[in-house]
Each structure stands twice: as structure tokens, then as C-alpha cells.
């Protein structure tokens, strides 16, 4: 394994084969939004698996570090870990930084709690995919703050960002809660057919045999079964399961034990940590499932 520090001129070719492949491929990040004038001036690092580069990075003069990526058939063998380390010691010991800053995808975000940073409550969109600022002081014991930890946060949030509502839903789904129960006032509601929501979803699902998701809606109409939330309700038939009871008036995300997410016109209630009403909100769930109906047209999907 090797970490080595780059330069955009004479390495052009090789970081944007990782990051093409990374993020526009598989992320689907459009080309304009991935290249920008900071690549010139940026410090970049590749990681390399003898001859092969595998990973890359880049810092900026100001601390910030960011288009961090790994090859799919590379990750889960702490390469993004030794990127992240090299970038650390490079900012603290050749440039004399101090503190390191980051917008994160927040599906990253659990990485990045385990290696030290900590998060400012504060979610934006980039390239349509939920972010959040995150930073660590270098150069002493690392302390990461429980901001946003699912049954350690006791915060109540009230947060405006129009990201808030999907990056707390992917940071929380992250940390692997039993189940997940959704309540939809209006499908047309844009969270609920935005590709990361779908995304998170899915990969909660299988990230292990024994998770669940139920959803209820207010209501069906016709035509409902070619919207994406019900089509992967369909294909997850097994583990994902979508009835229909007229009291629903909220939307909102209950994660067991303690995980709840509202979601409102302008803005979003959350709190990682509230057994209590997460209890009393999960009581009410229960009991508009037991008198919720099949969603007929939904159903119509696989004829």
C-alpha cells in the first residue's frame, strides 16, 4: 500500500480516471459540476495497490480537502482511512495547518465521525446529493463530537436547510436501526422520489437480513404505481412493505429505538435520541397499520 502526493499537471490522467469513474459514473455527478479551477492549485494524493492507482484526494491551501474517492472493488480495505491519514499529515506538517474542514456526503458520515471530525449542524446540496460541514483540530487527541449519533444525541433540531430532511435520514440509516417506519402525508412530496432517498433506502435494506421498512400514505390515486418509492417497494416486496390509511397528515421517519425525523414546508425536527417519543409517535404508527389497507393500485405494478 501507497499514499503518494501529486500534482494535477503531471497527473492529470490518473485522477480523473478515479474520479470519473467515482463520482460521474457511479454517483452520477454531471461532468461540468466535478471539474473546477481548484484542481491546478490543489495538493493531490494518490493511493496506489502496487502500480495501480486506486483512490485519490485532493487539499486546498485553506484546509479544506474534499473529492475523495476509492475504486468500488477497493473499498472495505481502509484505503479511504490512509488517504485520509496522508492528508492530515501533510496539511499539519508541511503546509502548518491546524484545523481541517470538509463537506461531506452524508452518507460518508459515519467515516468520518470514526476518524475524529466533528459536524456543524449545517446540510447544503452538492451536485444533488445531501452534504454536511465537518472538522477536526489536528495535532491533539482526537475527541469526535456524538452531533447526530443515533441513540447518543440528545439535541432537539429545528433545522431549515432544504438538505436536512435526506441527509439526516442517511446519516441515521447508516448506524443500522432495527426498522425504519415512514408516514406520508402527499407522495408528491420531492424527498420521496429524490434518487438519494431511493438510494439510502435500498441500501438499508440490504445491508442486513433482518431489517424492515414500513410506509404508510394518506391516500392511492391512479397512476401511483410508477412512482419510484413504489417501485422499490415492489422489488422489496419481502422486506418493504407500503399501506394506505386516510389519518396520515405528517410526514415523518421513525427509526427504533430513538430516531425521529419531521418533515415540514420550511423546515425539519429531528432528534437522534428520544426513546420517549419515539415510542409515543411509534404507538400511533402501530395503530394506523392495524386498520390500514393494501395499496390497490400500487399493486397493479407487476401485472
Known sequence: ME?????WKEHRDILRAIRERVFIREQDIAEDLEWDTDDATAVHFIARDGKRPVGCARLLSNGYFGRMAVLPEYRGQSWGTRLLRAVEHHYEKEMRGRMLRATVQTQAYGFYYRNGFSPEPEFCWDAGIPHVRMNKVLGRPSQ???QFIPGKDNEAYVLEQPA?????????SHFGPAAIHICIADLSHPLWSDKTTLTCLNRYIRGARQRTIRVLIAR???????????????RMSSRM???????????QILMTPAVFIGIERNKVTACMNDRARVARMLDQFQEWW??????????????
Open 3 to 7: 499514499i503518494e502526493t501529486a500534482n
Open 144 to 146: 469526535s463530537s456524538e
Open 164 to 172: 436536512a430532511a435526506e441527509g439526516l435520514l442517511q446519516i441515521a
Open 220 to 234: 392511492e390515486y391512479a397512476g401511483i404505481a410508477d412512482h419510484p418509492l413504489l417501485q422499490l417497494q415492489q
Open 241 to 251: 412493505q407500503l399501506q394506505v390509511h386516510s389519518a396520515v397528515n405528517t410526514h
Open 290 to 303: 392495524r386498520s390500514s389497507q393494501p395499496c390497490k393500485e400500487g399493486r397493479r405494478l407487476g401485472l
